[in-house]
């Protein structure tokens, strides 16, 4: 039994690359990779909504309707269901 468990501290615990990114376990998405697809935003119950964000170093073209940063904020800005709330935004990769 110790060798077993000495086994699997050596090896790892079986994710794909050896990195356990947390409880979600998948890898971090952001907008400037080429695998980027979309961004989610829920604000409460009332507002969910799917973009695309335009890649800040100009490395992929996202379309022309890609929005910016700066129209995101201002989307969490009109749609958070109160003055103290926030919306969850979520970077979506392939």
Do not use: F
Request: proline share 4%; aromatic share 8%; glycine share 8%.
């Amino acid at each position: 039994m110790k060798y077993i468990v000495l086994m699997l501290v050596l090896v790892g615990c079986g994710t794909e690359d050896g990195v356990n990114w947390g409880p979600a376990n998948y890898e971090p998405c952001e907008t400037h990779q080429g695998n980027y697809e979309h961004t989610t935003i829920r604000c409460g119950d009332y507002y969910d909504d799917v973009i695309v964000l335009c890649d800040e170093n100009s490395n992929y073209n996202r379309g022309p309707d890609c929005l910016k940063m700066s129209d995101l904020y201002q989307v969490v800005a009109d749609n958070k269901p109160c003055r103290n709330c926030g919306c969850v935004v979520e970077n979506i990769c392939e």
